[in-house]
């Protein structure tokens, strides 16, 4: 059975900074690409940042390039978001997902606000 669980979200300031962890299991952790969404209220669902399974380079939407790194530690099932420079617009739900089987799995959430 698979299983994703985040941590690590919370409340920051404007420019302050935080890490994300999803801990996974129920899968072969090191052979799938992995993902961070976020949602805003009142918005779609959007796609922050992927980690493939082995080399390779991760990618990031705009909005976040150069203030976000994933990362992975394929021993302890663990994917991370490291998040720097955080603006408002950024508060969000942050989820991790995989895609396997032509299913995607999803944790349950957990929330990043970034206020004054």
């Known amino acids: 059975q698979v299983r994703l669980v985040e941590s690590g979200g919370g409340l920051v300031q404007p420019g302050g900074s935080l890490r994300l962890s999803c801990a996974a299991s129920g899968f072969a952790f090191s052979d799938y690409a992995l993902n961070w969404y976020r949602q805003a209220p009142g918005k779609e669902r959007e796609l922050v940042a992927t980690?493939?399974?082995?080399?390779?380079?991760?990618n990031y939407a705009d909005s976040v390039k150069g203030r976000f790194t994933i990362s992975r530690d394929n021993a302890k099932n663990t994917m991370y978001l490291q998040m720097n420079s955080l603006k408002p617009e950024d508060t969000a739900v942050y989820y991790c997902?995989?895609?396997?089987?032509?299913?995607?799995?999803w944790g349950q959430g957990t929330q990043v606000t970034v206020s004054s």
């Open positions: 980690i493939p399974s082995a080399g390779g380079n991760p």
């Open positions: 997902n995989v895609h396997r089987f032509w299913i995607d799995y």
